[in-house]
């Protein structure tokens, strides 16, 4: 049972343009959704997270969206770079527990 | 970058030999988890600590121990390794303190084939 879910494999985006990569979940208790980037042979780095309280948070080129209702999060990278091509996995933190729930990832790939 | 290490890096072992993967942290952080990455599933957690001598299970913890002696140390035993076990071990560390608590700091990762 996949509580969390991303059910877009990969992904190509042209340089300069955005990049939209989802996120659906299924668990009503989670309260803290994260995204991480990894490159191969590294560990997952971390990008940017959001509050269950929320519904919106920037940094950077990078926003997250959080669409409660739908149990639905988004992450726009706007400019999109070359660098920013590596898998993408969004995590969601159970409340009351430390124990996070991440998604299959998605591949992306910035096309100069 | 966090300072977390993981030993060893790469590791081939045969069905039924005890395995002992070391995770090292010299962040001082409290909370340090193992996960194991696998094609289709993506990162899994297998056990975590949430202090010296304080441990738990995670979603796929059937086969692995865990100790934690030390607040740098977190070990994971595959006390008889299986092939299903071969996998990319990630050792991660988080601080307290919202938001902190919910931003993991990832080591390299540990490649362990099991033949």
């Known amino acids: 049972d996949q509580q969390v879910k991303q059910n877009s494999p990969s992904l190509s985006v042209q340089e300069g343009r955005i990049s939209i990569l989802n996120c659906d979940y299924t668990n009503s208790m989670f309260d803290y959704f994260l995204w991480y980037k990894k490159y191969p042979a590294e560990g997952p780095t971390f990008l940017i997270s959001?509050?269950?309280?929320?519904d919106k948070n920037e940094d950077g080129r990078f926003t997250v969206f959080l669409n409660k209702s739908a149990k639905h999060l988004s992450l726009h990278i706007v400019p999109s770079q070359p660098g920013d091509s590596a898998v993408y996995f969004c995590a969601a933190s159970l409340a009351g527990t430390y124990k996070y729930i991440f998604g299959t990832g998605t591949r992306l790939k910035v096309l100069a | 970058d966090a300072g977390i290490t993981q030993s060893p890096r790469h590791k081939v072992t045969e069905t039924g030999t005890p395995v002992t993967l070391r995770c090292h942290q010299t962040?001082?952080?409290?909370?340090m988890y193992w996960y194991r990455q696998d094609p289709g599933h993506g990162l899994r957690l297998i056990h975590y600590s949430y202090g010296v001598k304080d441990t738990d299970k995670g979603e796929v913890s059937d086969g692995y121990s865990v100790s934690r002696s030390k607040t740098e140390d977190f070990l994971l035993t595959l006390e008889s390794a299986t092939s299903s076990q071969t996998s990319v071990y990630f050792c991660?560390?988080?601080?307290?303190?919202?938001?902190?608590?919910?931003?993991?700091?990832f080591g390299p990762g540990t490649r362990l084939t099991v033949t």
């Open positions: 962040e001082n952080h409290r909370y």
């Open positions: 959001i509050s269950s309280i929320k």
């Open positions: 991660a560390i988080s601080e307290e303190g919202t938001p902190r608590l919910y931003e993991q700091y």
